[in-house]
């Protein structure tokens, strides 16, 4: 029952996603939301410019959605034999760099292949390679809650086009303190305005659907 459910899912929320786009056009969406509305939880669509599916070390999936001011990335396993099943989110990792302690970023490919985590990062206003903020799948909340973290859902492989990928996920992430850097480096209008961002950043009824993969540049 819950296979039957979970595939009742995934094509239904394919459907809608397909019925977004023109012609079976690949998609990724959402509802998130809106960091900045200070008063409430504001829920909006979310649906990213730009997209990529990249397969690294043939069994990790990189999925991410980029617009010009954040971008969003969900890392999972890969293989043919989790079509139909579900992964479960879990805290995002850090990796040794240089022998500092860096951020994974999505062009970084040498990281745990059993790894399951997202992020979502607001750019920096002044340099868009920099980061303002950093969301991230936390087990605890500031407050000392509990958070489920989320779920990446592969559509059943009678559903998957050969060189896509579809699914269904969903993520609560929890907004990361100012690190070294920036609290050396930010002005004290700057240092407000991350204050002033929501704690959390959640993504509910997200899909993606046919999305081509891509292989490492």
């Known amino acids: 029952m819950k296979k039957i459910l979970g595939l009742l ?8 996603c397909e019925n977004d786009t023109k012609n079976s056009d690949p998609g990724l969406q959402a509802y998130t939301n809106n960091e900045e509305y200070k008063e409430a939880v504001k829920y ?7 997209m990529t599916a990249y ?7 990189y999925i991410m959605g980029e617009t010009d001011s954040t971008s969003y990335v969900m890392k999972v396993p ?12 879990e805290e995002y990792r850090k990796v040794e760099n240089g022998g500092k302690q860096a951020n994974i970023q999505f062009d970084n490919r040498e990281s ?3 790894d399951a985590y997202a992020y979502y990062r607001v750019k920096s206003k002044s340099s868009l390679d920099e980061t303002f903020a950093l969301y991230v799948t936390r ?11 989320g779920e990446v859902y592969f559509a059943p492989e009678a559903d998957q086009i050969p060189g896509t990928i579809s699914g ?11 690190d070294e850097t920036q609290q050396k480096n930010f002005t004290e209008k700057q240092k407000e305005e991350h204050a002033a961002l929501q704690n959390t950043k959640i993504f509910q009824e997200g899909v993606f659907f046919r999305i ?4 490492p540049r």
């Open 9 to 16: 899912l995934v094509i239904a929320a394919c459907i809608a």
């Open 44 to 50: 909006e669509k979310w649906k990213p410019e730009r």
């Open 55 to 61: 397969i690294a070390n043939e069994n990790v999936l």
């Open 78 to 89: 890969y293989s043919p034999s989790l079509f139909g099943k579900t992964i479960k989110l």
């Open 112 to 114: 745990t292949k059993d």
């Open 139 to 149: 087990g605890i909340d500031k407050n000392k809650n509990e958070v489920e973290m």
């Open 168 to 178: 269904t996920f969903f993520a609560n992430l929890i907004k990361e303190d100012l």
């Open 212 to 215: 081509p993969l891509e292989l």
